[in-house]
């Protein structure tokens, strides 16, 4: 069983790769959600599977209904900002307590509707184009300036569910800076909305399901979502989010064994707001929090770690 003291930053409950994308498809060809990576003819370019979202329909509210599209027209454009944080803290044993976290990271993003939904092309493809990348940390703050100009882009279906991501590191962008920047978009990929394919009308309560193969767990992810309002063509959803695993250990990389999880609690809400004639989130926030508690087989080590994701949505001078 190896020493946990050597594990750096075991993030297992986090929605987002414990390793930057770059270490992953190296090391072994997966996203962090468990499917295979596919690098593009860039060196640089990857694009990364996302994990299937299910609806199921509770109460489909009061009338008027109607299926709701997420439809942008092709050569759309979006300027949105994407704001991340993750606090993470972990004890090993009676060991002092150690803090893992993410500074918060501000992304403001142009995304460009290249291939709007029709009866030949079933999804929406979208690409971003980051802009002058802010941290509350000073030394990643001076390593941004090299990553203005990175892309990434989005393949969305018309219910609003991701089905890929991918992302095109600048040239220049440091590794530091290529991690943090890829953390927060899987943080917000994860978080999106996705509609049910029945009528629904406001007051209407579904559920969306999702895996989640998070470094070496499989997490069952559940949103109960309600349609708050229908105003102006936009569209206010309340979501609360609860993750279970589905296997009682987690398998440590690189064959290092596994630990028994002994606890597990990972749970939040927030609210999106959406216009159905854009390819992004308009507003919303977004938190998820919980404990967990790993422990050796043998029972002699444990493991504790908490955390708190925040993911937020603005539109420039809103």
């Not at 882009?153 to 992302?167: C, D, E, W």
């Not at 854009?278 to 967990?292: A, H, K, N, R, Y």
């Amino acid at each position: 069983m190896p020493v946990l003291s050597r594990f750096t930053r075991p993030r297992p409950c986090a929605l987002v790769a414990v390793l930057s994308l770059t270490a992953f498809v190296a090391g072994c060809g997966q996203s962090p959600d468990g499917s295979d990576a596919v690098t593009a003819a860039t060196s640089t370019e990857v694009t990364v599977p996302v994990s299937a979202v299910t609806a199921t329909v509770l109460d489909p509210g009061t009338e008027p209904r109607a299926v709701r599209r997420l439809t942008p027209e092709a050569g759309v454009e979006q300027s949105v900002i994407l704001t991340t944080r993750s606090e993470v803290f972990q004890q090993i044993g009676d060991q002092p307590r150690q803090d893992f976290s993410t500074p918060e990271l501000t992304l403001p993003l142009t995304a460009t509707v290249t291939q709007a939904v029709s009866p030949a092309t079933p999804s929406t493809l979208v690409d971003l184009v980051l802009g002058d990348v802010s941290s509350s940390d000073p030394t990643l703050e001076e390593s941004f300036a090299a990553a203005e100009g990175s892309g990434a882009g989005l393949t969305i279906g018309p219910n609003g569910a991701v089905s890929a991501l991918r992302l095109e590191p600048a040239d220049d962008a440091a590794n530091v800076t290529r991690s943090a920047i890829e953390q927060s978009f899987y943080q917000a990929v994860y978080r999106m909305v996705a509609f049910p394919d029945s009528e629904i009308g406001v007051g209407a309560v579904w559920q969306l399901h999702q895996q989640v193969m998070s470094a070496g767990i499989t997490i069952d992810q559940v949103g109960t979502t309600t349609l708050v309002s229908n105003e102006d063509d936009r569209l206010t959803v309340q979501v609360k989010l609860e993750q279970t695993p589905r296997e009682p250990t987690w398998v440590l990389p690189n064959g290092q064994g596994h630990l028994d999880i002994e606890h597990y609690t990972m749970a939040g809400e927030g609210t999106m707001i959406v216009d159905p004639a854009m390819p992004l989130p308009i507003e919303g926030e977004f938190t998820v929090s919980g404990d967990q508690t790993y422990v050796d087989p043998d029972g002699s080590t444990r493991l504790a770690q908490s955390q708190v994701d925040r993911v937020a949505w603005s539109t420039p001078d809103a």
